[in-house]
């Protein structure tokens, strides 16, 4: 589990182990300077921990930054050393800076975390997954999925990356997909809507929601969260995200695999097709 120190991924961490899973919990633990809001800290990752094993189930927890292969293979291998096997990943670990002022390592860190870290994550677990088959896990978003997603200019250059790094999420999982489907195993993104998590409630998508102003509060932003969903809600918990990643992780869907999830509350309605031929 990637990015588990707290928001999506310290979620799916927790009901993962109250599914009976053991964990390996992985997170930066450290700020991204061209990231403008504050990231997770080691005491976030302890708290995950803490909660795992408030459910009898074992953790590992390792501060790992995901861009560095070496630092996720050293994790996993200790975690697998400890636990016996590796079932289900979760590549989850993402940031999204945000802003018109964000400087040019903005795109570079955004493609860093959310895209070559989901590759890195799949690549040092695939060895560990040979013979018992398994489910890979990726956090996408709507932004993949959309026209232009939050490739506005406004959103600046870190916009930009974050659409370009879920749409490699989204073909990363098609083609794995096909090429890991004889061994059993099967790969999936969930690609959520507004989610309660310091992502959201961070200035940077504050500014997006509200671009009219120059400092929305989030009392601004929270006015408008609801205007892309049709279901009108501002945010899910981040626990109805992992109600869809328990299900992509449990035997329960050991014949999907290649499947884009849309927990999007219809956001994608107005943009897409029935699929069906006329």
Known sequence: MT????????????RL?????????????????????PLA?????????KLV???????????????????????VDAGVAEFGRLDVVVANAGIAPFGKGTPLQAYFD??????????????????????????????????ALMTHGT?????????AAYTTSKRHIARLVHELAGHLAPRRIRVNAVHPYNVDTDMLHSPPMYR?????????????????????????IKWMDASEVSDSVAFLASDESK??????????????????SAGIAD
């Open 151 to 159: 490739s506005n200019p406004a959103n600046g250059i870190g916009g």
């Open 208 to 232: 997006v929601f509200r671009p009219d102003l120059e400092n929305p509060t989030r009392e601004d932003a929270e006015a408008v969260f609801a205007a892309g969903s049709p279901m009108g």
């Open 41 to 49: 800290t080691d005491a976030d990752l302890a708290e995950t921990a």
């Open 17 to 37: 182990a109250a599914e009976g899973a053991d964990i390996i919990a992985v997170d930066l633990c450290e700020d991204i300077p061209s990231n403008e809001y």
């Open 53 to 75: 094993e408030s459910y009898d189930r074992r953790v590992l927890a390792r501060k790992a930054d995901v861009r560095e292969r070496t630092q996720l293979r050293e994790a």
């Open 3 to 14: 990015g588990a120190a707290r928001g999506q991924g310290r979620s799916h961490a927790i």
């Open 255 to 272: 014949y999907i695999t290649g499947l884009q999830l849309k927990i999007d509350s219809g956001q994608m309605l107005p943009m897409s």
């Open 110 to 143: 955004t493609m860093g975390t959310n895209y070559i870290g989901a590759l890195n994550a799949i690549e040092v677990a695939l060895p560990h997954m040979t013979e018992n088959g398994g489910s890979i896990i990726c956090t996408g978003s709507t932004a």
